[in-house]
Every structure is written in structure tokens, then in C-alpha cells.
């Protein structure tokens, strides 16, 4: 079974950085897509960043590009997002997910394991 754990969040100046990670067990990222979802009140939730099975694709929201970055460790089944440049419209629930498709791309529709999500809040 595949847990994932998140850590990372709070709450930070517009301007400012945070880097949330994701602990992974029971399962390798290295051939398996990950990606970092977000949830803000009253939204959707929407697929933020991604890495590819076998870590050769990314995917970036256009919200996001050029501010943050997703990376990961396989050795120890750890992925990340540094976010850099934050703005007050980043405020939002931020979740781990791990996808069940092997070599899948970063968008794909079986992201099927989840974590617990944690708090970013920006301030203005």
C-alpha cells in the first residue's frame, strides 16, 4: 500500500519561498508519475506541477511556471516542490499524488494514491 506524507507548508510573505516535500512508502517514484495538486476554497482542484514515469517529462500549470519547480529523490522516494516568487493566489491545500501508471506522462487520469495535503498560505 502507498502512503504518502507531506510536509513543508505554512504561511509565508508574498515574495517569499517554501519548499513542501513528500515522503513516499510502500512504493518507488522512479517509474511511476508523481505530481503536486492544489485545492483553494471553493475551487477545483488543479494538477500544479508533475514528473513523468521515469522522471523524463515535467508538467507546470501556466500559474506556475517559471516560479516553482518539481523534483524528486528516488533513492529516497521523496519528491518536491520548491516554490519560489509566491503570491497571495497560491493559497490553497497542496497534496502529493502518485499515479499507478507505469511510464505514464506527468497528466494522466490514475492519480489514485493521495496524502494528507498541507496548508500554503501567502500573505499579502
Known amino acids: 500500500q502507498v502512503q504518502l506524507v507531506e510536509s513543508g507548508g505554512g504561511l509565508v510573505q508574498a515574495g517569499g519561498s517554501l519548499r513542501l516535500s513528500c515522503a513516499a512508502s510502500g512504493r518507488t517514484f522512479s517509474l511511476y508519475p508523481v505530481g503536486w495538486f492544489r485545492q483553494a476554497p471553493g475551487k477545483e482542484r488543479e494538477l500544479v506541477a508533475a514528473?513523468?514515469?521515469?522522471?523524463?517529462?515535467?508538467y507546470y500549470a501556466d500559474a506556475v511556471k517559471g516560479r516553482f519547480t518539481i523534483s524528486k529523490d528516488n533513492a529516497k522516494i521523496t519528491v518536491y516542490l520548491q516554490m519560489n516568487s509566491l503570491k497571495p493566489e497560491d493559497t490553497a491545500v497542496y497534496y502529493c499524488?502518485?499515479?499507478?501508471?507505469?511510464?505514464?506522462?506527468?497528466?494522466?487520469?490514475?492519480?489514485?494514491?493521495w496524502g494528507q495535503g498541507t496548508q500554503v498560505t501567502v500573505s499579502s
Open positions: 499524488a502518485a499515479s499507478s501508471r507505469l511510464y505514464g506522462s506527468p497528466v494522466n487520469d490514475e492519480y489514485n494514491h
Open positions: 514528473i513523468g514515469g521515469g522522471s523524463v517529462a515535467t
